[in-house]
């Protein structure tokens, strides 16, 4: 495609149910990063794949958190029984593979989380 | 560990004068700075990134400087224009990255308004 997709674009809710939110990252890009983006806050890291290499688990939240990658493309977050402290925007990024380019991300348009 | 700081928060300047914003990091082996910019409602995108061994690089009214062995590097834009209100991460890490643990780190983000 021609460039990061996400979806859905906007999810609402209820607290304690289940969402899972999907990034299709640019075709032929090895890595891919999830961010969370609170309302006018900075990029909280949550989890970072890097082609085969096991992914940096570093930045999840808890264990309601986890992350797919399928195949070492499309990408799913998912978050289990939802609090109202999750609503934020999820960012998903992807960067070409390592010695071709640099290390530069190429962010989707996120997927706007509210939790009611 | 991996950090990055980023100063100011926030900051507003006159229309036609310089913002300069600042970071620092701490891995020495850092050796690729690139600066995000996401307007309001917007994904962040590149606006200039800059190589461990060269200490200045200029696009147009903005630069960025490097200073490894202090671990400062700061953005500067000149001659400031309304859509320069925007928020601005910097970032480090490896320029190539070729497994999970040779991530980018992102700062805090800073709040630039342009006066009229």
């Known amino acids: 495609g021609a460039g990061v997709s996400q979806s859905p674009s906007n999810k609402v809710t209820e607290k304690g149910k289940d969402v899972e939110l999907r990034c299709d990252p640019i075709?032929?890009?090895?890595?891919l990063y999830w961010y969370r983006q609170s309302l006018g806050q900075g990029l909280e890291f949550l989890i970072y794949?890097?082609?085969?290499?096991?992914?940096?688990k570093s930045g999840l939240p808890s264990d309601r958190f986890s992350a797919e990658r399928t195949g070492g493309s499309v990408s799913t977050l998912t978050i289990q029984r939802t609090q109202q402290e999750d609503s934020a925007v999820y960012l998903c990024?992807?960067?070409?593979?390592?010695?071709?380019?640099?290390?530069?991300?190429?962010f989707g348009a996120g997927t706007r989380l509210s939790v009611l | 560990g991996e950090n990055v700081e980023q100063h100011p928060s926030t900051l507003s300047v006159q229309e036609g004068d310089s913002a300069v914003i600042k970071c620092t990091y701490s891995?020495?082996?850092?050796?690729?700075f690139p600066w995000y910019k996401q307007e309001l409602g917007k994904r962040p995108q590149l606006i200039i990134d800059?190589?461990?061994?060269?200490g200045e690089k200029k696009d147009q009214r903005i630069a960025v400087t490097l200073n490894k062995t202090a671990k400062h590097f700061s953005l500067h834009i000149t001659e400031t224009q309304p859509e320069d209100s925007a928020v601005y991460f910097c970032?480090?890490?490896?320029?190539?990255?070729?497994?999970?643990?040779?991530?980018?780190?992102f700062g805090s983000g800073t709040r630039l308004s342009i006066r009229p």
């Open positions: 990024a992807s960067s070409l593979q390592p010695g071709v380019a640099k290390n530069i991300q190429y």
């Open positions: 075709s032929g890009h090895t890595a």
């Open positions: 794949f890097q082609g085969n290499s096991a992914p940096d």
């Open positions: 891995d020495s082996a850092s050796n690729y």
């Open positions: 800059i190589r461990s061994n060269v």
């Open positions: 970032a480090e890490g490896p320029l190539y990255a070729y497994s999970s643990a040779s991530k980018i780190i």
